[in-house]
């Protein structure tokens, strides 16, 4: 058997001080060579938020090149199972809340700093995965076959009002709500650090970036961009002279990530197997060839769920349907498992997101894919074949009025 390899990347970063601001609060680390990548903004007025982004990106990165992160790493990419995928991602999250502890010492050690904190989106590649960190609004996207999907959940008020099913009406009073944040590294005992695992396909890109690129560059554009530009570096620097030239009231940061090739991974064939099983059994995608299959599933994105987790209708800007890939989940007093489709009608739009109280929840470790409706629609639109099976798909799903599977 070969030894697994981690995956071939590039990767360059940009930052800028912005038009407004005095001093960059952003921190950032690229290092290819370990496959470690981290961007943190850091909050709590002059002077304490560059500490506490520089802390959180030196404290996280010191524990992911320690045994721990090393360790997990080589056990998931040599043997795949469900113990070493709770290692990796245990190890990856308890560097982050080093950093975050480190953050609040310092903090009550110096009274000027009292309060100070950053946000946190870092990556370690493991494998041919990426174990992806995140605490407050800076952003992770992955872009494939042109397509940008941002995969981690703003912690913002506005983001969590969202997923709770509540009304929010558009307008100004958005900005407010999107402006608070709810969840960060130095936020003391409720800080909370979410990590996932994306398995990687050669050609992928990935964008770090914090809110002062997000704010202005949408995320279709971030497609376009990544997409385009000849090397991880320009698209990088394209990024935040957007951010710029659209009015650039924040510190910039842009950190992007090219897979060149994903190497030899012993466990990416048996999990792919097992993958395309769940696939084909799922009444959304049942209908097609298994290659039209693939062409549906690049808008869709991995996360994982711990048991007891409620599985959100509304997620990464949208509103979202999942697949589940393995594992169980329990919606409206009935057990489910793997090829399951959640919340059908999220893809079209109908009626509002679930409360709280009618979510799914999940009985044990849950692997899935995200489609968002948002993505499902374009999709659509650009690719009759695929439109007419699913939409038929669909229809008998939501007439049925259970999740299917």
């Given at each position: 058997?070969?030894?697994?390899?981690?995956?071939?990347?590039?990767?360059?970063?940009?930052?800028?001080?912005?038009?407004?601001?005095?001093?960059?609060?952003?921190?950032?680390?690229?290092?290819?060579?370990?496959?470690?990548?981290?961007?943190?903004?850091?909050?709590?007025?002059?002077?304490?938020?560059?500490?506490?982004?520089?802390?959180?990106?030196?404290?996280?990165?010191?524990?992911?090149?320690?045994?721990?992160?090393?360790?997990?790493?080589?056990?998931?990419?040599?043997?795949?199972?469900?113990?070493?995928?709770?290692?990796?991602?245990?190890?990856?999250?308890?560097?982050?809340?080093?950093?975050?502890?480190?953050?609040?010492?310092?903090?009550?050690?110096?009274?000027?700093?009292?309060?100070m904190g950053t946000t946190f989106t870092g990556v370690v590649v493991a494998?041919?995965?990426?174990?992806?960190?995140?605490?407050?609004?800076?952003?992770?996207?992955?872009?494939?076959?042109?397509?940008?999907?941002?995969?981690?959940?703003?912690?913002?008020?506005?983001?969590?009002?969202?997923?709770?099913?509540?009304?929010?009406?558009?307008?100004?009073?958005?900005?407010?709500?999107?402006?608070?944040?709810?969840?960060?590294?130095?936020?003391?005992?409720?800080?909370?650090?979410?990590?996932?695992?994306?398995?990687?396909?050669?050609?992928?890109?990935?964008?770090?970036?914090?809110?002062?690129?997000?704010?202005?560059?949408?995320?279709?554009?971030?497609?376009?961009?990544?997409?385009?530009?000849?090397?991880?570096?320009?698209?990088?620097?394209?990024?935040?002279?957007?951010?710029?030239?659209?009015?650039?009231?924040?510190?910039?940061?842009?950190?992007?990530?090219?897979?060149?090739?994903?190497?030899?991974?012993?466990?990416?064939?048996?999990?792919?197997?097992?993958?395309?099983?769940?696939?084909?059994?799922?009444?959304?995608?049942?209908?097609?060839?298994?290659?039209?299959?693939?062409?549906?599933?690049?808008?869709?994105?991995?996360?994982?769920?711990?048991?007891?987790?409620?599985?959100?209708?509304?997620?990464?800007?949208?509103?979202?349907?999942?697949?589940?890939?393995?594992?169980?989940?329990?919606?409206?007093?009935?057990?489910?498992?793997?090829?399951?489709?959640?919340?059908?009608?999220?893809?079209?739009?109908?009626?509002?997101?679930?409360?709280?109280?009618?979510?799914?929840?999940?009985?044990?470790?849950?692997?899935?894919?995200?489609?968002?409706?948002?993505?499902?629609?374009?999709?659509?639109?650009?690719?009759?074949?695929?439109?007419?099976?699913?939409?038929?798909?669909?229809?008998?799903?939501?007439g049925a009025g259970k999740p299917a599977g």
């Amino acid at each position: 058997m070969l030894a697994p390899v981690r995956a071939s990347i590039v990767a360059a970063g940009a930052t800028h001080v912005g038009n407004v601001r005095d001093h960059n609060e952003d921190a950032h680390v690229v290092d290819a060579d370990d496959g470690i990548f981290i961007v943190c903004d850091g909050m709590g007025g002059h002077a304490a938020g560059e500490v506490a982004s520089a802390l959180g990106v030196r404290v996280a990165r010191e524990h992911w090149l320690g045994p721990a992160v090393q360790k997990a790493a080589t056990a998931w990419a040599s043997s795949g199972t469900l113990e070493a995928r709770r290692a990796i991602l245990t190890a990856v999250k308890n560097g982050v809340m080093a950093a975050h502890r480190t953050i609040c010492a310092q903090a009550d050690e110096d009274h000027g700093k009292h309060g100070m904190g950053t946000t946190f989106t870092g990556v370690v590649v493991a494998g041919g995965d990426a174990v992806v960190a995140h605490a407050g609004d800076s952003r992770a996207y992955l872009v494939r076959g042109g397509i940008a999907v941002q995969l981690t959940e703003d912690h913002t008020l506005l983001a969590r009002l969202i997923a709770s099913g509540m009304p929010v009406l558009e307008g100004a009073s958005n900005t407010r709500w999107k402006g608070v944040i709810t969840n960060a590294l130095g936020f003391g005992d409720d800080t909370k650090v979410i990590t996932f695992l994306v398995p990687l396909s050669d050609g992928d890109k990935l964008l770090l970036c914090s809110d002062g690129v997000s704010e202005y560059v949408g995320e279709a554009e971030v497609g376009q961009v990544l997409a385009t530009q000849p090397s991880p570096a320009r698209a990088a620097q394209k990024l935040v002279d957007l951010a710029l030239e659209r009015g650039g009231e924040d510190n910039a940061t842009a950190l992007v990530i090219k897979v060149v090739e994903v190497g030899h991974t012993p466990v990416a064939a048996e999990q792919r197997r097992r993958d395309d099983d769940a696939l084909a059994r799922c009444p959304l995608l049942e209908p097609l060839s298994p290659q039209q299959r693939l062409r549906a599933v690049r808008i869709a994105v991995n996360r994982d769920f711990a048991s007891g987790d409620l599985i959100a209708e509304a997620s990464m800007g949208s509103r979202v349907a999942w697949i589940v890939l393995a594992g169980e989940i329990v919606a409206g007093g009935v057990t489910a498992g793997p090829g399951t489709l959640l919340y059908p009608e999220a893809l079209l739009g109908q009626g509002a997101p679930r409360r709280a109280d009618a979510l799914a929840v999940a009985v044990d470790d849950l692997r899935t894919l995200a489609i968002r409706g948002d993505d499902f629609l374009e999709l659509a639109g650009e690719d009759p074949d695929l439109a007419e099976p699913m939409y038929a798909a669909l229809a008998r799903m939501i007439g049925a009025g259970k999740p299917a599977g």
